[in-house]
DNA sequence: AAACTAATTTAGGCATGCCTAAATTATATA
DNA sequence: TATATAATTTAGGCATGCCTAAATTAGTTT
């Protein structure tokens, strides 16, 4: 079996090359708050049991058999958050650190229950795609906020996870995924949106913006 | 905090301190599966922690913060085997395996749910009692069930837990906490016990007996 | 009391995974 | 092309927690 420390290293290989393409040894350590020596000889490591490749001084990628840890260890991460929620009505803000320990130690038996007992779901409390027991990921297509013109209404897909203090603002305006909502006004120079949520008005920064991500975009009807 | 190692000790040496008495090394060694060596070197880092009182030669003793620590992890090991139980329906001879990695990573948060989901529960699934969140352990009499006569009846009130075999076996016959059953018949010469439960007759051989205690015991009106 | 046995402790080693500092390689600029 | 800068890797160290082998201490026997 291996160590959490080197399922940490192939779940955040996974995540960055989900978004940037690249994965080099800086940016691997700079995400895992580690120095890049450190980062190297876990790449070193990762190497000789075949899960990642790595040409030195070109950066790493995951194979096959590490891709498969990978998602193995995000399903367990999402699938606890949806659960602690769901089940325990731990606060949104507080799961992804509790999953973060958790994710590493749960037998296959407590995640296929918890699937079960939450009914097979495809996304966690923040909107992010949860793999299935087989790997397959199931993504949708969602933009940020920012890129909203007034008018225009659309559904929370998905907001960032990491940041606590941020989940609790915008959960205090009920941004969860799913929620709908109209752009009432987009103040000019890169200034804050207001929104319209189930007929009351809220003003979102637009540095909270950048987090959330939406779909089911529609222009309005009147143009 | 602690690592999960020292854990482990403090809660052995709880463990063993409870039955048995003294704890030399040798015994506590044997108990985690690690050289008496190992131990050592564990007792003297717990040591300058303060959590253990040490004299070479003579034992381990835990002091009043060790003793609120080990209460602690045998509190999370026994809610989380309690819980997996009823709200995951993990069988109840896999719960202590998949309790044992988990206790030492919940938060304090997920505790307190767990509790309040159970309802403040006082046994886990083998019928040990649960410290309550101030330490308090609420100890209740048994007696080992090889101690039983013909004609009395009695409660299952504890089972070991360690052993996932024999729980497997205990709970085909339905032999849980709380189950109530009568002695029908004890074979001469250190043989098994023929008990009724519920009307059905099952006979349980004296090595299983061992490892079984109940209480509610009472002898049987027409004598 | 001497000697033997059993328990315990000390000493030295190994793997993991982090660190800092120095050396190396790649890339961009003059 | 030569040099400066940035990224990466190597080298050596530290803490944890396990191990084996050897030394020490305690307790028991003769």
């Known amino acids: 079996m291996l160590t959490h420390a080197a399922e940490d290293y192939l779940k955040s290989i996974y995540k960055l090359q989900e978004k940037g393409g690249k994965v080099s040894t800086g940016i691997l350590a700079e995400y895992l708050d580690v120095k890049p020596a450190s980062a190297t000889g876990m790449i070193k490591k990762l190497k000789t049991m075949k899960l990642v490749r790595h040409e030195r001084y070109r950066g790493v990628t995951l194979t096959a058999a590490g891709k498969a840890i990978a998602l193995e260890i995000i399903r367990h991460h999402r699938l606890l ?6 089940a325990l009505g731990v606060p949104w803000d507080g799961v992804h650190e509790e999953a973060e320990k958790l994710e590493h130690v749960i037998s296959e038996e407590v995640e296929a229950r918890m699937d079960e ?3 097979y779901p495809t ?3 923040h ?3 949860i793999p299935d027991k087989n790997g397959v990921v199931t993504q949708t297509a969602s933009i940020p906020m920012t890129d909203l013109q007034k008018g225009q209404t659309c559904a929370v897909a998905e907001v960032s996870d990491n940041d606590s203090a941020l989940l609790r603002h915008i959960g205090s305006f009920n941004l969860y995924p799913g929620t709908a909502f109209r752009v009432v006004e987009v103040a000019p120079f890169d200034g804050p949106f207001t ?7 809220v003003v979102i920064g637009r540095e909270v913006a950048k987090h959330i991500f939406v779909d089911q975009v529609q222009d309005p009807d009147n143009v």
């Open 81 to 86: 958050e949806l659960y602690l929620f769901k």
């Open 117 to 119: 007992f939450l009914g």
């Open 123 to 125: 996304a966690d409390p």
């Open 127 to 129: 909107g992010a795609p």
């Open 195 to 201: 929104i319209d949520i189930a007929g009351q008005q």
